[in-house]
Nanobody, 125 residues
Framework: QVQLRQSGGQSVQTGDSLRLFCTAPGRTWPHYAMGWFRQVPGKDREFVGAINWGAGNTGLADSVKDRFSISRNRAENTGYLHMNNLQPEDTAVYYC??????????????????WGQGTQVTVSA
């Protein structure tokens, strides 16, 4: 069941920047953290990064930490995935998620309780 709303995905060129949006319609952010994952056909969902919604500290996967960042605007109840210098290997469906308990770390997709509908990002060479 989709409970978060996403937007921002589109087709871009190598080296472009893009910002994805994630919100919980009609409510304040419902959980401790917001995570971002991505998935390509035939592969498992890959952790991109996460943010502690209250404190604002983030964690990013090594594959993107030099190019991507995560932020949130608590007043607007919206989280963001900022992606710079996009590469063709970043092409995927991107998902945001919300969760509160992470015994195995933020990168554990099974720990998240709410998910967005996904948004396609396509990077052309």
């Amino acid at each position: 069941q989709v409970q978060l709303r996403q937007s921002g995905g589109q087709s871009v060129q190598t080296g472009d920047s893009l910002r994805l949006f994630c919100t919980a319609p009609g409510r304040t952010w419902p959980h401790y953290a917001m995570g971002w994952f991505r998935q390509v056909p035939g592969k498992d969902r890959e952790f991109v990064g996460a943010i502690n919604w209250g404190a604002g500290n983030t964690g990013l996967a090594d594959s993107v930490k030099d190019r991507f960042s995560i932020s949130r605007n608590r007043a607007e109840n919206t989280g963001y995935l900022h992606m710079n210098n996009l590469q063709p290997e970043d092409t995927a469906v991107y998902y945001c998620a919300a969760g509160s308990g992470f015994p195995r770390g933020w990168n554990d997709a099974d720990a998240y309780r709410m998910w967005g509908q996904g948004t396609q990002v396509t990077v052309s060479a």
